[in-house]
Nanobody, 119 residues
Framework: VQLQASGGGLVQPGGSLRLSCAAS????????MAWYRQAPGKQRELVAT???????NYADSVKGRFTISRDNAKNTVYLQMNSLKPEDTAVYYC??????????????WGKGTQVTVSS
């Protein structure tokens, strides 16, 4: 199973970006999907999660600004980021718990995508 993230870039404060992360491979079911981020010199932190049923949870720092969603038909999770702040600058990683066709469940990480918020 592989996760491929995309959509990062440079944006001015107050701007928006949409991250995508597509899962591929020997997938039976994708369970919880999530976005994490890691800023320079800081630990990786959870940004948002979404269950297979669509229930979501957010870090306090992004509530009201970020929206996580998923397209189960495309095995893809999205992170819509609005009203971006310089402190949102980080490498963003997607993470998914996947049950493969051998009925084994594991967490997988995608390669990060850089988000830089700067004027």
């Amino acid at each position: 199973v592989q996760l491929q993230a995309s959509g990062g870039g440079l944006v001015q404060p107050g701007g928006s970006l949409r991250l995508s992360c597509a899962a591929s491979g020997s997938i039976y079911r994708i369970n919880t999907m999530a976005w994490y981020r890691q800023a320079p010199g800081k630990q990786r932190e959870l940004v948002a999660t979404i269950t297979s049923g669509g229930s979501t949870n957010y870090a306090d720092s992004v509530k009201g600004r970020f929206t996580i969603s998923r397209d189960n038909a495309k095995n893809t999770v999205y992170l819509q980021m609005n009203s971006l702040k310089p402190e949102d600058t980080a490498v963003y990683y997607c993470n998914s718990h996947v049950t493969d066709r051998k009925m084994e469940g594991m967490y997988y990480w995608g390669k990060g995508t850089q988000v830089t918020v700067s004027s």
